[in-house]
Structure formats: C-alpha cells, structure tokens
C-alpha cells in the first residue's frame, strides 16, 4: 500500500503537470512535487536503518521525515488559501476581506498551537510535537474550508467539478481520516495492525480523489453572472467599498489675495477721479 501511495502520488503528479494546473495552484504543485521526491529517500533511508541498524542512518530518517511533516504542514496553509481564493475568484470583494479573516484565523491557529505544545520532552524531542501541532491546525483549517465550499457552493456559483473543490475535498478526506485514526491507535499499535490498513487506504482514497478531477475536463472559464439585488452582490460591493479610499479631488483654498483687492481698489479711484476731472474740464 505504501508503493501503490507512490505510484498514485506520481500519477497525480504527473496529471497535474499536464493539464497545467501548476499556473493556477502553484503550492498545490510544490506539495506534490514534495511527496513524489520524499517518499523514495524516507523509504531508503528507513531500509538502509533496518538492514545496518546503525544510529546514523536512524537519525537521518528522523531529521527527513520531521523536516518533509513541517514542510507539507506550511505547503498545506498555501494550498488552503489559493483554494479559497480560487472559490471566490468571482467576488474580489468578499475574497480581499476574506484573505485577511482567513490569515488571521490562521495566526491565531499557529499562537494556539505554540501555546499548547507539551515541553515535557526536552532537546530534539519537542520537534515531533511542533510538528504534530502545526499539522493539526492546518487539517482544522482543512475542514473548515471544505465545510465552507459544501455550505456555499451555489452561493459562489461553484460547481462541484471545479478542481478547487476536489483539492479540499481530497485534504478533507486526509484530515478527518488524520483526526479519527489518532484517536483510536496507540503508540504500541503494529504496522500490519486493520486500523493502519484502515489509515492507508484512506489515503489512497484522496489521492483517487485529486486523480479523478486531474481527469476531468477542464470546464471554459465563465462570468459569474447574477441578479443585481442579490445578497451576495451587495455584499461583494460593500466589502469592496471598505477600506477603499476612493477618488481623491485636490481643492484649491482661495489664495490670499488682500493686496491685489487693495491695488484694485486703489487703481478704480485713480480711474474715477481722473474721469471726473475730465468732466468738470469740459
């Protein structure tokens, strides 16, 4: 099942790459480059460990594969927010403002989790907790963005085809079957235990899952159209109203100009006594 993880990983890869979908989710593409090149150097590592039972090769497997979890975990928050902002491509309003609720959100997350990391192991040992922490905030975050897509779909106009969904529906998939599984294995558990089958064959479920959408055609981009009194409309405009300083008009102050009235002034009694001497003259 681990080699059918790689092949299926490889073949998404390798769809994904086709179909050109790197230019729309570029973290999407990074993350499965990442499980393509990581899975073969954990698996000599582990076999070279097994096979020479030297310490070297067991601290090396741990280094790769806690440095390979933190990565996937930061790629995991990337691939959240182009996910978010692919489904709401149509509302740049409501996606600016929801850009900055969703990293704020995201912030919050990450203080909580630093926050609750048990420091009852000391030196290299807090790094699978730190890891494990940041994991289990991104998959939260997982689930939320996937609820938020079933909730919203014909809101935002978004059919479910459409590959944004297919990736939080396939990270949705990951994340619950993350949460159940830890509740229910223990540290003692063995590798050939049902519920590690159980573990891997859901993995490989999100993996048909991201293969599938990579195999559908790709739907001709359209306009959202919609009615103009429409909630959502008015909510785009004023979320797209908020923090828009607008058109700036410069205002000319009157200039100060006490000096020309009193030459004016000075130059009409010139004018007036010159004319009235004239008329006393003729």
């Given at each position: 099942?681990?080699?059918?993880?790689?092949?299926?990983?490889?073949?998404?890869?390798?769809?994904?790459?086709?179909?050109?979908?790197?230019?729309?989710?570029?973290?999407?593409?990074?993350?499965?480059?990442?499980?393509?090149?990581?899975?073969?150097?954990?698996?000599?590592?582990?076999?070279?460990?097994?096979?020479?039972?030297?310490?070297?090769?067991d601290?090396?497997?741990?280094?790769a594969?806690?440095?390979i979890?933190?990565?996937?975990?930061?790629?995991?928050?990337?691939?959240?927010?182009?996910?978010?902002?692919?489904?709401?491509?149509?509302?740049?309003?409501?996606?600016?403002?929801?850009?900055?609720?969703?990293?704020?959100?995201?912030?919050?997350?990450?203080?909580?989790?630093?926050?609750t990391?048990?420091f009852?192991?000391?030196?290299?040992?807090?790094?699978?907790?730190?890891?494990?922490?940041?994991?289990?905030?991104?998959?939260?975050?997982?689930l939320?963005?996937?609820?938020?897509?079933?909730?919203?779909?014909?809101?935002?106009?978004?059919?479910?085809?459409?590959?944004?969904?297919?990736?939080?529906?396939?990270?949705?998939?990951?994340?619950?079957?993350?949460?159940?599984?830890?509740?229910?294995?223990s540290s003692?558990?063995?590798?050939?235990?049902?519920?590690?089958?159980?573990?891997?064959?859901?993995?490989?479920?999100?993996?048909?899952?991201?293969?599938?959408?990579?195999?559908?055609?790709?739907?001709?981009s359209?306009?959202?159209?919609?009615?103009?009194?429409?909630?959502?409309?008015?909510?785009?405009?004023?979320?797209?109203?908020?923090?828009?300083?607008?058109?700036?008009?410069?205002?000319?102050?009157?200039?100060h100009?006490f000096f020309?009235?009193?030459?004016?002034?000075?130059?009409?009694?010139?004018?007036?006594?010159s004319?009235?001497?004239?008329e006393?003259e003729?």
């Open positions: 099942m681990n080699l059918a993880e790689v092949l299926f990983s490889a073949a998404v890869a390798f769809l994904f790459w086709q179909k050109k979908l790197h230019l729309r989710f570029p973290a999407m593409a990074s993350y499965l480059a990442l499980r393509v090149v990581s899975a073969p150097v954990l698996f000599l590592l582990l076999t070279a460990y097994n096979r020479t039972n030297l310490l070297i090769w601290e090396a497997y741990f280094f594969f806690y440095a979890y933190i990565a996937s975990a930061i790629l995991l928050f990337f691939i959240c927010t182009e996910v978010f902002r692919s489904a709401l491509s149509g509302f740049p309003g409501i996606m600016k403002i929801g850009l900055v609720i969703f990293r704020w959100a995201a912030l919050v997350s990450l203080i909580i989790t630093f926050s990391v048990s009852a192991h000391k030196g290299l040992m807090i790094i699978p907790d730190i890891a494990f922490g940041l994991m289990r905030s991104v998959s939260v975050l997982e939320c963005l996937l609820g938020f897509l079933c909730l919203c779909l014909n809101t935002l106009r978004l059919s479910v085809r459409d590959f944004s969904f297919g990736i939080s529906l396939g990270f949705g998939i990951v994340s619950a079957n993350d949460f159940i599984v830890t509740s229910l294995i003692k558990t063995a590798q050939n235990a049902p519920i590690q089958f159980v573990y891997q064959s859901m993995i490989l479920v999100s993996l048909a899952v991201w293969a599938a959408y990579c195999a559908l055609p790709e739907r001709a359209a306009p959202v159209v919609m009615p103009a009194n429409s909630t959502i409309y008015r909510w785009n405009e004023i979320a797209s109203a908020l923090g828009h300083t607008g058109t700036q008009v410069a205002i000319q102050q009157p200039a100009s020309l009235t009193d030459v004016e002034k000075v130059v009409d009694k010139v004018l007036t006594r004319l009235k001497g004239r006393s003729s």
